[in-house]
Nanobody
Framework: QVQLVESGGGLVQAGGSLRLSCAAS????????MGWFRQAPGKEREFVAA????????YYTDSVKGRFAISGDNAKNTVYLQMNNLKPEDTAVYSC?????????????????WGQGTQVTVSS
């Protein structure tokens, strides 16, 4: 099992940046594909970004390509989501999750472990 704790959320103006962190404990997170999802009020949870187990491949939903970057630090057992040029529509609770299957990165049902989430609010 792995336990996940997110941090780094907050309030930022449009065009600003935030870096989210997801610290993993328990089984090393390099055993999992790691993903970030978000859920805005009244909306379904949606995939944002994922990184493969070996860190070689990153995946993004179209709306964040070129603005967000996912990365991992095996030594710190932490995965990051750097978010630049934030927009009001990025406002949501962001959660990291661990996928032991290393596939189907965009489907939340393949992620067995979830953090509690961190709020990101982007003002216009």
């Amino acid at each position: 099992q792995v336990q996940l704790v997110e941090s780094g959320g907050g309030l930022v103006q449009a065009g600003g940046s935030l870096r989210l962190s997801c610290a993993a404990s328990g089984r090393t997170f390099s055993s999992y594909m790691m993903g970030w999802f978000r859920q805005a009020p009244g909306k379904e949870r949606e995939f944002v970004a994922a990184i493969s187990r070996n860190g070689a491949t990153a995946y993004y939903t179209d709306s964040v390509k070129g603005r967000f970057a996912i990365s991992g630090d095996n030594a710190k057992n932490t995965v990051y989501l750097q978010m630049n040029n934030l927009k009001p529509e990025d406002t949501a609770v962001y959660s990291c999750a661990a996928n032991p299957y290393n596939r189907n990165y965009a489907y939340d049902s393949y992620y067995d472990y979830w953090g509690q989430g961190t709020q990101v609010t982007v003002s216009s």
